[in-house]
């Protein structure tokens, strides 16, 4: 209804939810100017033209996404835009982010994922969100998409434990999936998921330049907290045949962080299996700023670790590596830590 305002007609507009609650406090359109019988047979035809409006391009967004019958064929031009959203499912004992991840994207799209039909955003996680959980190559969604295809169904038949959505192209050539993922077949996702994207901290042939540390990293958190990480075989407790040298705590003014040295030296009389990993335990409020993952499958669990990249296969005897720890926390604190060495191509 209008209210009068000064010599002006105030028309106030309360927008509701689809279950008739109020989405927003009211909202108020202002028509300035003295008003006429004129103006005032034309004011509710101006409202209806606001809020067409308004809404017109959520929901354009929405009608131009067509549904897919499986990720698989989305065409390599579309890989370049593609978002894909990894969720839990499970049973709810603690709270876990969905996995966010594109192709060199800097921030997260949500009215594309929004438009895929069924995929449930909350707004609490939109607002806190605003960067992917880490960026892929087009060679990696492809290796991805390849590698999982054959453990994600189309049709939710049975309690899922994971959602996979998956959004490519842009306006209105995007294409859209929403696959599920059973308790059963969750495992061999996460283990195909990790290879393809080249996350596996206990793979020695991305070890040398080849691995995308900032997937490992999320994964590693996903993976432990979910029980996906492979428990056969953990890695080796080499601690007591690799000598950790420090060569000082220095401040890289360039990039505005604290950063170590640290030199490991096989002082064993044989060879020990490669990949090499230097877990870090931390003075409370630091944090390892380039670590790769933390452990979940030695002990102690949590604990932030590097792995290192070795020329072979073999650590052999009398070899020494180098790496540079970086270091994270509040202005002021003492960065204090000790090392664990773990090595063999099993789960940290």
């Not at 999982?148 to 209105?172: F, H, I, M």
């Not at 059963?184 to 042939?205: H, W």
Request: glycine share 8%; hydrophobic share 40%; charged share 20%.
């Amino acid at each position: 209804m209008p209210r009068s305002d000064s010599g002006n007609t105030i028309w106030q507009v309360r927008w509701k939810g689809n279950a008739g609650k109020s989405m927003n406090s009211a909202k108020h359109v202002v028509l300035l100017g003295k008003e006429t019988h004129s103006q005032r047979k034309h004011v509710p035809a101006v409202l209806v033209l606001l809020v067409s409006l308004l809404f017109l391009a959520p929901a354009s967004v929405a009608e131009r996404v067509s549904t897919l019958q499986s990720f698989s064929q989305l065409s390599p031009d579309e890989l370049s835009t593609t978002i894909v959203r990894v969720d839990y499912h499970g049973p709810q004992n603690e709270s876990l982010s969905a996995l966010l991840f594109t192709v060199n994207g800097k921030e997260v799209d949500w009215n594309r994922l929004r438009a895929v039909p069924g995929v449930e955003i909350s707004n609490w996680e939109e607002q806190r969100r605003t960067r992917p959980s880490f960026t892929v190559t087009i060679d990696d969604m492809k290796r991805f998409i390849g590698a999982v295809r054959d453990t994600v169904v189309a049709k939710r038949e049975e309690e899922p434990w994971l959602s996979l959505a998956v959004v490519g192209g842009k306006g209105r050539e995007s294409r859209a999936f929403l696959g599920w993922v059973t308790r059963k077949k969750a495992g061999e996702f996460f283990i195909l998921m990790r290879g393809a994207l080249r996350a596996d901290p206990k793979d020695i042939t991305i070890m040398n330049g080849g691995a995308n540390y900032e997937a490992m990293d999320a994964l590693q958190s996903f993976g432990c907290a979910l029980g996906l990480l492979p428990q056969e075989i953990p890695a080796k407790d080499v601690t007591n045949s690799v000598a950790v040298a420090r060569r000082g705590l220095r401040f890289n003014y360039q990039e505005h962080r604290f950063e170590c040295s640290v030199t490991l030296t096989n002082i064993s009389n044989h060879a020990i299996r490669a990949p090499i990993s230097l877990v870090v335990d931390l003075s409370p409020n630091i944090s390892l700023a380039n670590a790769h993952g933390r452990t979940c499958m030695t002990t102690p669990v949590g604990r932030e670790f590097v792995t290192i990249p070795i020329p072979t296969e073999q650590f052999k005897s009398g070899q020494t590596v180098e790496t540079i720890l970086v270091f994270a926390g509040s202005e002021g604190e003492d960065i204090e830590f000790t090392t664990k060495v773990l090595a063999t191509p099993g789960e940290r």
